[in-house]
């Protein structure tokens, strides 16, 4: 236990780090494609839903724009948020990264 705890716990929680922060944007586009899709529960209110509900009231072709735009850019932007962090993670904690 104490080999695996010293040596090699340290070595792999980079990557977990990592892996983890770059895994969100995935679990937010999914959840926000089934929201979209109706599959998720009604009582809640997502991104998703509100895409869905924009997309319903037909906005992308009367031009309520402002009820695709703030969803839309919310998820790119926590995407984005969550991407930059795994990437700077990665950086910061990968031993084979860090320079004498």
């Given at each position: ?8 716990v ?14 969100v ?11 979209f899709l ?13 895409l869905?509900?924009a997309?319903?009231?037909?906005a992308t072709?009367?031009?309520?724009w ?5 969803p839309g850019?919310?998820?790119s ?15 910061v ?8």
């Amino acid at each position: 236990g104490r080999v695996v705890f010293k040596h090699i716990v340290p070595q792999l929680l980079p990557y977990a780090f990592a892996s983890i922060a770059l895994s969100v944007p995935g679990a937010i586009l999914s959840e926000a494609g089934l929201s979209f899709l109706g599959l998720t529960s009604q009582n809640l209110i997502t991104w998703g839903q509100m895409l869905n509900t924009a997309h319903q009231n037909g906005a992308t072709i009367n031009g309520y724009w402002w009820q695709v735009i703030p969803p839309g850019l919310a998820i790119s932007f926590v995407g984005l948020v969550f991407v930059l962090l795994g990437v700077s993670l990665d950086t910061v904690l990968n031993p084979r990264l860090k320079r004498a």
